[in-house]
T-cell receptor, first 114, second 112 residues
Framework: DAGVTQSPTHLIKTRGQQVTLRCSPK?????VSWYQQALGQGPQFIFQ???????QRGNFPDRFSGHQFPNYSSELNVNALLLGDSALYLC?????????????FGPGTRLTVL | QQQVKQSPQSLIVQKGGIPIINCAYE??????FPWYQQFPGKGPALLIA?????SEKKEGRFTISFNKSAKQFSLHIMDSQPGDSATYFC???????????FGTGTRLTVIP
């Protein structure tokens, strides 16, 4: 049973560039949430996708956008990168929306913005 | 504003010791309190969780103590082992909501 997978593992970008991160949910899950984990901090909720729509959003600017595909996989896009966007980006999947209590996390994508 | 406050920031114990990590919250709507374990380069993994209708939950060497009136909960690791060395996060969420609110993490080191 495959868990949550994310790609790429690491990514280096420069300020102003755009980046796309990818996530495949755990088998049987249909909901994907994205979190940003800055160094030495706990993860912070960015948004959640269910039925290919953004269902809830945390306190992040609209430079952060996403997409969910019919196979439930998801992408996180960040435009106009800032140095402060450097972080570990985590994807979590669950079955059904509004299930913050049953989220399984992937290994994350480490984004470095220079 | 930090919805869940966690302490200490770091903790060093001898093998066999009982590290205790504490968390506090303000939002009384929270009704699910998980603890996550994170190793370097990995995502957080659910360790144990509790709902406020019980005061204690044990799973193997891990115990959560919950004080609803004080809005505090803690993780105890019995007979700690070097393999327990990791960062531990408490979190809170409201049933029916999507987003987990995490504490700032505790880096635990267990010395052999």
């Amino acid at each position: 049973d495959a868990g949550v997978t994310q790609s790429p593992t690491h990514l280096i970008k420069t300020r102003g560039q755009q980046v796309t991160l990818r996530c495949s949910p755990k088998s049987g899950h249909d909901t994907v949430s994205w979190y940003q984990q800055a160094l030495g901090q706990g993860p912070q909720f960015i948004f959640q996708y269910y039925e290919e729509e953004e269902r809830q959003r945390g306190n992040f600017p609209d430079r952060f956008s996403g997409h969910q595909f019919p196979n439930y996989s998801s992408e996180l896009n960040v435009n106009a990168l800032l140095l402060g966007d450097s972080a570990l980006y985590l994807c979590a999947s669950s079955l059904g929306k509004n299930r913050g209590d049953t989220q399984y996390f992937g290994p994350g994508t480490r984004l470095t913005v220079l | 504003q930090q919805q869940v406050k966690q302490s200490p920031q770091s903790l060093i114990v001898q093998k066999g010791g009982i590290p205790i990590i504490n968390c506090a919250y303000e939002n009384t709507a929270f009704d699910y309190f998980p603890w996550y374990q994170q190793f370097p380069g990995k995502g957080p993994a659910l360790l144990i969780a509790i709902r406020p209708d019980v005061s204690e939950k044990k799973e193997g060497r891990f115990t959560i103590s919950f004080n609803k009136s004080a809005k505090q909960f803690s993780l105890h690791i019995m007979d700690s082992q070097p393999g327990d060395s990791a960062t531990y996060f408490c979190a809170a969420v409201q049933t029916g909501a999507n987003n987990l609110f995490f504490g700032t993490g505790t880096r635990l080191t267990v010395i052999p």
